[in-house]
Nanobody
Framework: QVQLVESGGGLVQPGGSLRLSCKAS????????MSWYRQAPGKQREMVAW???????KHVDSVKGRFTISRDNANNTVDLQMNSLKPEDTAVYYC???????????WGQGTQVTVSS
């Protein structure tokens, strides 16, 4: 059974930092592109950052220069370093794994990030 388990969320003041981590189990991690999505209350889920199996990455404009996605294929983890956090970054953050051959994908349960003073 595939599992994606996120950790690292919490409450942080504006301007602060958090590092999210997602641990994948029971998949051939190196065959999957990994992404972080987020969903704020009353809004649609949106992709925040993506990293391919080979390490190519992209970030949406709203987080460029503040967030950085990275992966560790040896440990089956993908991280999202979030700096200079803003109240509008408040959301539940989800990890997604997508098989680059089949496009079949899996979701984690999500971790809450709240940016507030």
């Amino acid at each position: 059974q595939v599992q994606l388990v996120e950790s690292g969320g919490g409450l942080v003041q504006p301007g602060g930092s958090l590092r999210l981590s997602c641990k994948a189990s029971n998949i051939i991690f190196s065959m999957y592109a990994m992404s972080w999505y987020r969903q704020a209350p009353g809004k649609q889920r949106e992709m925040v950052a993506w990293i391919s199996s080979l390490g190519f990455w992209k970030h949406v404009d709203s987080v460029k220069g503040r967030f950085t996605i990275s992966r560790d294929n040896a440990n089956n983890t993908v991280d999202l370093q979030m700096n200079s956090l803003k109240p509008e970054d408040t959301a539940v953050y989800y990890c997604n794994a997508r098989n680059e051959l089949t496009n079949y994908n899996f979701w984690g349960q999500g971790t809450q990030v709240t940016v507030s003073s």
